[in-house]
């Protein structure tokens, strides 16, 4: 069964926490809501997420400050942000938005479909990325422990063949993901798509060199 991914939305207004949770709905994942920075924080000591939605005013700890705790922590430096703002300041505000690492600006009110759309392609990304860890980790195993005393080759065998289709049908998701980033998508999502495809081929390479009568396996 595949597990949802999570989604933080971060707003110190209940109502616009509604409209978020009511646009991404359609998406079917599991939103999890913070009503400040400390509470976004609080979150992402426990969890992982695909994306965070994070409002720029907000009293206290402000959407800047809250963005600059998560880039500085290891676990979450890597999520991608987006900066939802109800005032614009021009070119130096978003700059700064940027700057704090957020991987887009939209300022309120925004297109539901547009906030959706985006949303979806960080979460695609996401799935993808925990589908390669988990091929990862079955790779490793073979990798680290070779083959246990015992053990019938043949099984050995199904299990490298099982693993090589399991990584084929990720290959061919990322492939059209990228194909489909490459028409319209913002720079973060084609640059974290491209380095997903690095890792798939890396790990193709490895899982190939398993295979009997390479030569690179151990016997």
């Given at each position: 069964m595949?597990?949802?991914?999570?989604?933080?939305?971060?707003?110190?207004?209940?109502?616009?926490?509604?409209?978020?949770?009511?646009?991404?709905?359609?998406?079917?994942?599991?939103?999890?809501?913070?009503?400040?920075?400390?509470e976004?924080?609080?979150?992402?000591?426990?969890?992982?997420?695909?994306?965070?939605?994070?409002?720029?005013?907000?009293?206290?700890?402000?959407?800047?400050?809250?963005?600059?705790?998560?880039?500085?922590r290891?676990?979450?430096?890597?999520?991608p942000?987006?900066?939802?703002?109800?005032?614009?300041?021009?070119p130096?505000?978003?700059?700064?938005?940027?700057?704090?690492?957020?991987?887009?600006?939209?300022?309120?009110?925004?297109?539901?479909?547009?906030?959706?759309?985006?949303?979806?392609?960080?979460?695609e990304?996401?799935?993808?990325?925990?589908q390669l860890?988990?091929?990862?980790?079955?790779?490793?195993?073979q990798?680290?422990?070779?083959?246990?005393n015992?053990?019938d080759?043949?099984e050995?065998?199904?299990l490298?063949a099982?693993?090589?289709?399991?990584?084929?049908?990720v290959?061919?998701?990322?492939?059209?993901?990228?194909?489909?980033?490459?028409?319209?998508?913002?720079?973060?999502a084609?640059?974290?798509?491209?380095?997903l495809?690095?890792?798939?081929?890396?790990?193709?390479?490895?899982?190939?060199?398993?295979?009997?009568?390479?030569?690179?396996?151990g016997?």
């Amino acid at each position: 069964m595949v597990q949802k991914a999570k989604i933080l939305l971060v707003d110190d207004r209940p109502e616009n926490l509604l409209a978020l949770e009511a646009i991404l709905s359609a998406l079917d994942q599991t939103l999890v809501r913070a009503s400040s920075g400390e509470e976004a924080l609080k979150a992402l000591l426990t969890d992982d997420f695909a994306v965070i939605l994070l409002d720029v005013q907000m009293p206290g700890m402000d959407g800047f400050e809250t963005a600059a705790h998560i880039k500085r922590r290891e676990r979450t430096r890597d999520i991608p942000i987006i900066f939802l703002t109800a005032i614009n300041h021009g070119p130096h505000h978003t700059f700064r938005g940027y700057a704090a690492g957020a991987v887009d600006y939209i300022s309120k009110p925004f297109d539901p479909w547009v906030l959706r759309a985006k949303v979806s392609v960080f979460v695609e990304l996401y799935m993808k990325n925990c589908q390669l860890r988990e091929q990862a980790s079955l790779l490793r195993l073979q990798l680290e422990g070779g083959r246990p005393n015992g053990e019938d080759p043949k099984e050995s065998a199904g299990l490298l063949a099982e693993l090589s289709a399991r990584l084929a049908a990720v290959e061919e998701q990322a492939e059209a993901l990228s194909k489909q980033l490459d028409e319209s998508a913002d720079a973060a999502a084609v640059a974290t798509a491209a380095h997903l495809e690095r890792k798939l081929t890396g790990l193709r390479r490895a899982l190939d060199a398993l295979e009997p009568g390479t030569g690179s396996a151990g016997a």
